[in-house]
């Protein structure tokens, strides 16, 4: 009898802590931290939404745990470790993304660090960019110098358009560099050597004369127009202006005055500004505006189209802008989540 009221008292001790231990095995395990590494050049919208999280419902959660991670303005920084916000999983959706092979695809023309490019998701499927980085081969475009240092406005205007049309890419979009300079890839220094190099879509030298630059350049828009007709397609340019030493300005857009779409994805593309300014430089205001103009390749290309200025290449705080990769990656990053939102509002 003695022995039979042991063997259940010991029963009943083993039942209680394997109950104990189950009910709270699960606030254990929810109480770690996630931490996931960042890659080489993602941004914390992309880490979120590779990690299968909302960038617009995990955002501020995610910065506010990592504000003492982040470099300037929010940024990544490679091969560090990042905490993800807690959030409920759910175990089917786990087991699929653990399961999926992971897609990829190497485009050559981003240089070897950055030539193996991940597909995120299809959320761009069907959507078609051509990207026109401003001036090139015989033509610098605008030059500032920094530090003594000579700063090429179609050298940073192409960094930036490799980054966004890396982007785009990964979420599914069919994308054309148009500008396109195969031995630069993309650039992860300050100061961005200037060549002369660079080709128009296909592999046509780009001529010396301004006109016939960018007729060259639009045809190649156009024609390439013609072969999609009927899918959703869009020309971005990206540029850096030149003004005064002491005038600062905010990245600004220019639309064909004819083209309702134009201004609409303009106006969409500076709302996607306004909010990250909102959001990373809360009370510094953000200026940058939306307005036609009679641009040659806005006015002459097919596809809707939407002209960018990055900043003012004479401006010290302009310069930092484009001169940082960090924040060229930056603008790659707002620009594209910006053509989500245009895409979306298009379907």
């Known amino acids: 009898m003695f022995g039979s009221n042991l063997q ?9 802590i394997v109950f104990f231990a189950g009910f709270f095995i699960p606030f254990i395990l929810n109480a770690q ?8 050049g993602e941004g914390v919208y992309r880490l979120l939404t590779r990690n299968g999280l909302s960038a617009s419902e995990y955002m501020d959660a995610f910065i506010e745990l990592n504000k003492g991670r982040l470099g300037e303005d929010n940024m990544l920084f490679a091969g560090a470790k990042y905490i993800l916000p807690d959030t409920e999983i759910d175990p089917a959706a786990a087991a699929e993304t653990t399961t999926s092979p992971v897609k990829t695809a190497r485009f050559d023309i981003f240089g070897e660090d950055y030539a193996e490019v991940e ?16 001036h090139g081969g015989p033509d610098p475009g605008a030059v500032g110098y920094y530090n003594n240092r000579m700063l090429c406005e179609d050298e940073y205007a192409y960094d930036v358009t490799l980054r966004l049309a890396r982007e785009l890419i990964e979420y599914g979009a069919t994308v054309y560099m148009i500008t396109r300079d195969q031995n630069d890839g993309i650039r992860d220094e300050s100061y961005l050597k200037p060549d002369k190099d660079e080709r128009c879509y296909p592999n046509q030298v780009i001529p010396i004369n301004q006109l016939r630059r960018l007729r060259q350049r639009t045809d190649a828009v156009n024609n390439l127009y013609r072969k999609n007709r009927g899918a959703f397609q869009r020309m971005i ?15 600004f857009f220019y639309h064909d005055r004819r083209s309702t779409n134009g201004e609409k994805a303009s106006r969409t593309l500076q709302n996607k500004f306004q909010e990250k300014y909102d959001t990373h430089q809360p009370g510094r205001g953000y200026h940058g505006t939306v307005s036609p103009r009679a641009l040659y390749v806005v006015r002459n290309t097919y596809p809707v189209a939407v002209y960018i200025e990055l900043g003012n290449i004479n401006h010290f705080r302009d310069q930092q802008r484009f001169i940082l990769p960090n924040n060229r990656q930056a603008l790659a990053n707002w620009l594209t989540e910006g053509l989500l939102d245009d895409f979306d509002n298009n379907k």
């Open 8 to 16: 259940l008292k010991i029963n009943f001790r083993i039942k209680f």
């Open 119 to 134: 597909i995120l998701d299809d959320k761009l499927d069907g959507a078609i960019y051509y990207l026109v980085a401003g």
């Open 33 to 40: 931290p996630r931490e996931v590494v960042a890659k080489k």
């Open 237 to 251: 340019a990206i540029h850096v202006d030149a003004r005064s030493h002491g005038e600062n300005i905010d990245v």
